[in-house]
């Protein structure tokens, strides 16, 4: 099993940053897991923020959904198990709860649906008023 717990949420003003963090644990986590970032605002479904996948010896290839390129950054730290999530330029229709995900099979492609990742987190609160 492994356990996702994000952190760093809050509420912030249009223009401001944020980071958040994904910890992982759990006997079989390691760095070739695919770890993805999703957000979810209310009434809406679950939706592909930003996602790393293990391309290589040291090695990862990024994909950030388009309404966040430019604005948003994902990366990991793999000596502390911990993916994060750089969002700078906050916009008020990025409201939402942030997901973080997992998943243990790696792929040609960086999956982009929730059915697709095992393991989740808990999820973390990301307000940003205008």
Same mark, same amino acid.
């Given at each position: 099993?492994?356990? &996702?717990?994000?952190?760093?949420?809050? +509420?912030?003003?249009?223009? =401001?940053? &944020?980071? &958040?963090?994904?910890?992982?644990?759990? /006997?079989?986590?390691?760095? /070739?897991?695919? *770890?993805?970032?999703?957000?979810?605002?209310?009434? %809406?479904? $679950?939706?592909?923020?930003?996602?790393?996948?293990? *391309?290589?010896?040291?090695?990862?290839? =990024?994909? +950030?959904?388009?309404?966040?390129?430019?604005?948003?950054? *994902?990366? /990991?730290d793999n000596?502390?198990?911990?993916?994060? +999530?750089?969002? %700078?330029? +906050? $916009?008020?229709?990025?409201?939402?709860?942030y997901?973080?995900?997992?998943?243990?099979?790696?792929?040609?492609? &960086?999956? /982009?649906?929730?059915?697709?990742?095992?393991?989740?987190?808990? =999820?973390?609160?990301?307000?940003?008023?205008?």
């Amino acid at each position: 099993q492994v356990q &996702l717990v994000e952190s760093g949420g809050g +509420l912030v003003q249009a223009g =401001g940053s &944020l980071r &958040l963090s994904c910890a992982a644990s759990g /006997r079989t986590f390691s760095s /070739r897991y695919v *770890i993805a970032w999703f957000s979810q605002a209310p009434g %809406k479904e $679950r939706e592909f923020v930003a996602g790393t996948r293990w *391309i290589g010896v040291n090695a990862y290839s =990024g994909e +950030l959904a388009a309404s966040v390129k430019g604005r948003f950054t *994902i990366f /990991r730290d793999n000596a502390k198990n911990t993916m994060y +999530l750089q969002m %700078k330029s +906050l $916009r008020p229709e990025d409201t939402a709860v942030y997901y973080c995900a997992a998943r243990a099979t790696v792929g040609t492609t &960086l999956p /982009r649906n929730t059915y697709e990742y095992d393991y989740w987190g808990q =999820g973390t609160q990301v307000t940003v008023s205008s």
